[in-house]
Nanobody, 125 residues
Framework: QVQLVESGGGLVQAGDSLRLSCAASGRTFSTYTMGWFRQAPGKEREFVATISRSGGRTYYGDSVKGRFTISRDNAKNTVYLQMNSLKPEDTAVYYC??????????????????WGQGTQVTVSS
């Protein structure tokens, strides 16, 4: 089992950048495929990005491709989401998720077993 804690959210202006972090407990972080999702008020949880166990493969949702970058540091048990050129439509609660198996193309909520509590990102226009 793994516990996930997100941080780094906040209020920014359109065009700004923000980096989210997700710290995982336990000594088996490198065995988990990791993902980021987001949920805006009144909307379903949306896939943002995922990264393979080694970090060698990544995959992004169409709405963030080219602006967001997912990365991980297995030595620090942490996964990151670098968000550039933020838009008001990026406003949401961002969640970190973990899947205890390999791969990098898991984009559904049900593909992940463990979730963090979320961190709010608000982008003003």
């Amino acid at each position: 089992q793994v516990q996930l804690v997100e941080s780094g959210g906040g209020l920014v202006q359109a065009g700004d950048s923000l980096r989210l972090s997700c710290a995982a407990s336990g000594r088996t972080f490198s065995t988990y495929t990791m993902g980021w999702f987001r949920q805006a008020p009144g909307k379903e949880r949306e896939f943002v990005a995922t990264i393979s166990r080694s970090g060698g493969r990544t995959y992004y949702g169409d709405s963030v491709k080219g602006r967001f970058t997912i990365s991980r540091d297995n030595a620090k048990n942490t996964v990151y989401l670098q968000m550039n050129s933020l838009k008001p439509e990026d406003t949401a609660v961002y969640y970190c998720a973990a899947r205890p198996s390999g791969g990098a193309y898991f984009i559904r909520v049900i593909d992940y077993d463990y979730w963090g509590q979320g961190t709010q990102v608000t982008v003003s226009s």
